[in-house]
């Protein structure tokens, strides 16, 4: 089985930064693309940023110029800046895992709230 343990969510301010973390632990062999994703209240849940195994990125035009996704090891990070009320959402890490059985699958973290207001 595999962990994502999310964190770095919060309340800020338009304008204001976060950092968002999550990290994968259990019965990984590879890890390949790592992502986050988020869903506001009433909405579908949307693809923010994905990194893949190489270190190629995709983002979201919404958040183009704003967000950095990295990755290290076994960690997924999304840098936040220039926030704004519609980025005001739960993130969600994304994690392509291959175990020791050499299957692949993909797990979801718990979700963590950012809320940008004034």
């Known amino acids: 089985q595999v962990q994502l343990v999310e964190s770095g969510g919060g309340l800020v301010q338009p304008g204001g930064s976060l950092r968002l973390s999550c990290a994968a632990s259990?019965?990984?062999?590879?890890?390949?693309?790592m992502g986050w994703y988020r869903q506001a209240p009433g909405k579908q849940r949307e693809l923010v940023a994905t990194?893949?195994?190489?270190?190629s990125t995709n983002y979201a035009d919404s958040v183009k110029g704003r967000f950095t996704i990295s990755r290290d090891n076994t960690k997924v990070n999304l840098q936040m800046n220039n926030l704004k009320p519609e980025d005001t959402a739960v993130y969600y890490c994304?994690?392509?895992?291959?175990?020791?059985?050499?299957?692949?699958?993909?797990?979801w973290g718990q979700g963590t709230q950012v809320t940008v207001s004034s």
């Open positions: 990194i893949a195994r190489g270190g």
């Open positions: 994304n994690v392509e895992v291959q175990n020791g059985n050499l299957l692949r699958n993909k797990y």
């Open positions: 259990g019965n990984i062999f590879r890890i390949y693309d």
